[in-house]
């Protein structure tokens, strides 16, 4: 099962940049999916970028479509999620997720499809 812990996470000002990193370990293959959800408060946890490790397909939810950008560094075992022009709506509880394999692209959206979950860091923009 893939391990995860994310870090990077921040106060930034309204237009500014935040880069959040997740490493990944235990016994990963090169078939894990992995993904980066948010919750802010009173909100439900929303689906924001997800990545194929093999072949590196990458989703984006229509809000950060432009401004985010979700990478990965086989070497490391490490995905990134590099955020720009960041808006007050961004504030929240970034999370990595991870799952082994593949998952269909009309599922890697959903939060249901990923068994592994790190702690969440705090991204918070001001305006």
């Known amino acids: 099962q893939v391990q995860v812990a994310e870090s990077g996470g921040g106060l930034v000002r309204a237009g500014g940049s935040l880069r959040l990193s997740c490493v990944t370990s235990?016994?990963?293959?090169?078939?894990?999916?992995m993904a980066w959800f948010r919750q802010a408060p009173g909100k439900e946890r929303e689906f924001v970028a997800a990545?194929?490790?093999?072949?590196?397909?990458?989703i984006y939810a229509d809000s950060v479509k432009g401004r985010f950008t979700i990478s990965k560094d086989n070497a490391k075992d490490t995905v990134y999620l590099q955020m720009t022009s960041l808006r007050s709506e961004d504030t929240a509880v970034y999370y990595c997720?991870?799952?082994?394999?593949?998952?269909?692209?009309?599922?890697?959206?959903?939060?249901?499809?990923?068994?592994?979950w790190g702690q969440g860091t705090q991204v918070t923009v001001s305006s």
């Open positions: 990545v194929r490790w093999r072949g590196g397909n990458t």
């Open positions: 997720a991870g799952t082994e394999g593949h998952i269909i692209i009309s599922q890697m959206g959903s939060p249901a499809s990923y068994d592994s």
């Open positions: 235990g016994r990963t293959s090169s078939t894990k999916t």
